[in-house]
Nanobody, 124 residues
Framework: QVQLVESGGGLVQAGGSLRLSCAAS????????KGWFRQAPGKEREFVAG???????AYADSVKGRFTISTDNAKNTVFLQMNSLTPEDTAVYYC??????????????????WGQGTQVTVSS
């Protein structure tokens, strides 16, 4: 069983930055694929970024070059550094983990564990 707790969301002006953190419990974190997803009002949850347990990363085209996913396996934490934020990035952001899998899928259904979400609001 893995429990995930996100933090770091908030209100920021367009062009600003935020760093989201997701702290995980459980012993399988280092051998799990991790992902960040987001869901805006009235829209489906969408893939933002993923990282394999080997450190390989993948990004949605809409955030490539602006967002960076990283992990600190010693602290069981995955991060999402978000720069050059725009109002279109406004959403609830969720971290997700798939235990025992190398690649970070872009599919919501691929993940076993989810955090409670953290709100990110970007004002224009």
């Amino acid at each position: 069983q893995v429990q995930l707790v996100e933090s770091g969301g908030g209100l920021v002006q367009a062009g600003g930055s935020l760093r989201l953190s997701c702290a995980a419990s459980g012993r399988t974190f280092s051998t799990s694929a991790k992902g960040w997803f987001r869901q805006a009002p009235g829209k489906e949850r969408e893939f933002v970024a993923g990282i394999s347990w080997g450190g390989l990363t993948a990004y949605a085209d809409s955030v490539k070059g602006r967002f960076t996913i990283s992990t600190d396996n010693a602290k069981n934490t995955v991060f999402l550094q978000m720069n050059s934020l725009t109002p279109e990035d406004t959403a609830v952001y969720y971290c997700a983990v798939k235990s025992g899998v190398y690649w970070a899928s872009r599919s919501v259904s691929a993940y076993d564990y989810w955090g409670q979400g953290t709100q990110v609001t970007v004002s224009s």
